[in-house]
């Protein structure tokens, strides 16, 4: 197991700097660079603009300024942004990073977790009279364009309704006079530190459950751990953490509609990739032996045939995460998310190599770690190929 | 029904008999009409009988199996008849009460014992949760004593409950099967088809153990397969099914040397045997009948060498040639001993 981590994770360095030096070729074959700015501007003349591209690094051959990078990128310098000259890169991601993280997590989690129940009941009461109207919710969200689509919801839920803020990432009048210690990416950091406890925590939970020997004793293992966990944080967040809680509040309200925008779209193909899986998994043999053991339905359903349902629908996770990070872009352009699609976006148009190789460095990390969790999660659910 | 029954077993038990299957109609509903596919059914299993159930492929074997146990598709539907069980009238019970006597009172052996195990659960953890459904009193320390007891009885190493059924070779498998079958004590064993995704020699040798279980075990267990050789080789008993009817029943030693039946005669004549004299191979002619429009008469009529005008119109009543012997055809005065049909 660990030696199987271990080989994926040399193979996924390796994987990284094959997609960093084509970023970094990429880049480098756009037209231009950013000092074109200026060439409209008849105080710059050309000797300061080569003076300011060679500043910026921008001067000598494609292969020397290649070198350079991956020196400067693999010692931890990732360089200075051209447009938000003099923050650097690296702290620039730290901020955004996370906001982005949250975003793909909330939103995965909600689609995978949504798309799979649904499709789930879809496929037990085939035949009845609201599938065919659900599946259409489901063929809508896997096909509508999706810009669009995200502006309906800010449209509807946020100018219609107003029940959520039309975008950004929090309210500034009410910030303006917050106590010293509370500061934006702060509280951010530590709600998403909370959610990731509560996650990890639950999986150990669960695996801790599972291998208490006895079912019964088991079951309760993991109720009480789970109760604790939650109990605990929420103590932690109502004490420690009281001079915070309602800012964070704050974040949380306007995650809220990105995030479920973001897991509308992926939540019609999970809906529809399930259905499609647990038909073919009730057709198999061993629902019929589970059935003449003699065992209730409800657990035929979820034991047996969800369980197998659940492996196509997983690896199917695994190819929608590029498409995910596209639609993060997206999200982030229109409800004005700062996070790493916004940053991306607006670095590379503003020809800002240094914040666009970052974000794409960063971004494709994400990737590479969201892969091999999901592998080992497979390998946890699927017995047939586990090492 | 009860004297008869038992008279019908042919005497090889005594007692009244642990299943008895009397005047069973099963049809399937389509959109195209109705499938009749268990048709007029009568049979009585013995305590510690083995009852073989044989025929070509869709004669009904296997939906008079899943009568049974009750594990039908929502299109069937018994229409008369009774199933009973160890006094219990299996076909009029609701779904959530069958739940109850599955596996407890009657359980099944699966054909193609590859795809009866759940892939992703450990063999010994799908047989315990069988026992945990019928024994819920029992605590995981005893489950696991009776399943290393039952895959010993099998013939399997203990340790290999702890394993996933992609561990095991297919004969392993099929052992597993029956452990699993044996679980929970039934009363009855369905076993269908239970070696026929295996090669010769394992499959003789789970044939060989079945038998020798059963007898042990003093277990009554249904039979059912294509392969009249394996049928001959296990069961005390024999039926003989064609489209959705039992045509022949008898003592498996009286009905293999001298079928009564023409189709049993066939069928017996189309199979090669590896004792006993040389003789052709006769092929049967025709395909088995559309059950949604099943020939009127004998059912066999269309493909029967010994068809007369009576056949077409009449129904053959079963009638008791010998005791226990059955036979359900208007002329099986005609049909030769093996051998002796020049086509």
Known sequence: MLKYIGRRTLQNVLIFIVFLSATFFLLQAQPGDISQQFLANPKITPEVREQFR????????????????????????LGISFSEYPREVSDILAERLPRTLALFLFATLLSFGLGFQSGKFLAWRRGSKTEPVVTTVGVFFQTVFYPWFALMMIWAFAFGLGWFPIGKFLTVEKWLDAPPGVEANGVFNR????????????????????????RRRGKRITWAGRILLVGGLWIWWATVWSEQAPYALDIAWHLVLPTVTLALIGFGATMLLTRASMLETLKEDFILTARAKGVPDKVIRDKHAARNALLPVTTSLVLSLAFLIGGGVVTETVFSWPGMGATLLSAALQEDIPLTIGAFAFIAVLALIAHLIIDIVYMYLDPRIRV | MNETAIERNGGVQSGRPILEVDGLVMHYRTKAGDVSAVEEVTFALGRGEALGLVGESGCGKTSVAMTLIRLLPDNAIIKEGSVVLDGLNVAELTDGEMRKHRWADISMVFQGAMNAWNPVYKVGDQIMEALEQHFPDMSEAEGRVRIAELFELVGLSPAMMDRYPHEFSGG??????IAMALSCNPKVIIADEPTTALDVIVQDQILKELRKIQEELGMSIIYISHDVAVIAEVSDRIGVMYAGRLVELGATDEVFPRPRHPYTYLLLSSTPSVVGPRRRLAPLEGEPPNLLAPPTGCRFQPRCPFAAEICASQDPPSQELAPGHHVACWHWEQVPELGRLEA
């Open chain 1, 191 to 214: 709600m998403l530190i909370t959610a990731l406890i509560v996650l990890v925590g639950v999986a150990a939970v669960e695996v801790v459950g599972r291998r208490a020997g006895d």
């Open chain 2, 172 to 177: 392993m498998r099929q052992r597993a099967v």
């Open chain 1, 54 to 77: 060679e500043q910026l690094g921008l001067g000598g051959t494609v292969g020397e300024q290649y070198l350079t990078y991956m020196g400067n990128f693999f010692t931890g310098n």
